[in-house]
């Protein structure tokens, strides 16, 4: 049996003016897997090849050894996929929805249903028309987290989640990994709550993976600078040194130092007046930017 929880290989989807890929992604069995980026930047798309909702136009997706678009009943059984988006709107009340899903599925656990509507203060009877957005995000994880799959994939699972419902999900998590072969990959913006609890970590941008790795590995390996910078100075002609901002005779940089080299500090050639580690959030940002945020989502650009 293969090692690898998941393979995306040269994955490529157009979605109107946005293209995913060639999307090369191994994730491991065993971890939590965290997929980070902007908005627009290809993470919802993947996950949905991921799941079956629709298949790459280059490529192929496997899961545990097997394709996802030739083996689609298997990959499902052995997964469980939870999204905002996902309606079960056609069901009418809640209750009715669980029924019809939970008879798919020999994994499927009443008792740890039972506590997640408890949980996420959901009623069997209330209409699924008069959820909220919130409400209707918490069915969706509910009829994911009943279940005990090899595979779990989240996009953006804390969406409208209170802080209780939150603490809930994330403790639930990790009890999950008890089983060394379990496999949970997120996608989501909350990065400093995955941060905690990560063992890797993705960072998709623009369709294109920009860094993969070790969660602790990824930090350790950008540090973030302050350098005296006189105006009339040149740019520091450095790989792996990149300008994040420079006002007055001072600039700001980002060090790769598995680009940059051992001895990128006395190549810099200038006085370094502080020198800081970065956590998740901060080298997510220093890398697409604070205006990556606002980018129109990949379903509508």
């Known amino acids: ?42 993470k919802t798309t993947a996950l949905d090849l991921l799941a079956g909702l629709g298949r790459p136009d280059a490529g192929c997706i496997k899961v545990g050894g097997l394709d996802v678009t030739t083996h689609e009943v298997a990959v499902k059984l052995r997964m469980a996929y939870a999204g905002p988006e996902t309606s079960y709107a056609s069901w009418r009340r809640v209750g009715r929805a669980i029924d019809f899903v939970s008879g798919f599925y020999k994994d499927w656990d009443d008792a740890r249903c039972d506590t997640l509507l408890t949980a996420f203060g959901l009623n069997r ?6 959820l909220s957005f919130g409400e209707k995000n918490k069915l ?27 603490r809930f999900l994330f403790a639930d998590l990790l009890h999950r990994m008890r089983g060394e072969n379990r496999t949970i990959i997120i ?19 623009r369709g294109n ?3 993969c790795g070790d969660l602790a590995s990824l930090v350790d390996r950008f540090v973030q600078i302050d350098i005296a910078w006189p105006e009339t100075a040149a740019a520091p002609a450095q790989p792996g040194i990149t300008i994040l901002e420079r006002s007055g005779g001072r600039a700001r940089l980002l060090v790769d130092g598995d680009t940059a080299g051992a001895d990128w500090r006395t190549r810099l050639r200038t006085e370094i007046i502080g020198e800081s ?6 080298l997510y940002l220093a890398l697409v930017g604070p205006s990556a945020m606002t980018r129109v989502p990949e379903t509508l650009s």
């Not at 279940?147 to 419902?165: C, F, H, I, N, Q």
């Open 277 to 282: 580690a970065l956590t998740l959030e901060e």
């Open 125 to 130: 009877d209330k209409a699924i028309a008069s």
């Open 187 to 205: 996608a989501t913006h909350q990065l400093s709550e995955l941060e905690r609890f990560a063992d890797r970590v993705a960072l998709l941008d």
């Open 140 to 166: 969706s994880l509910l009829m994911a987290l009943s279940r005990d799959p090899d595979l779990l994939v989240l996009d953006e699972p804390t969406t409208g989640l209170d802080p209780t419902a939150r």
């Open 209 to 211: 993976i920009r860094l």
């Open 1 to 42: 049996m293969t090692q690898n929880a998941v393979e995306f290989i040269e994955v490529a989807k157009r979605r109107g003016g946005f293209k995913l890929g060639p999307l090369s992604l191994v994730i491991p069995r065993g971890v939590i897997f965290g997929l980070v980026g902007p908005n627009g930047a290809g």
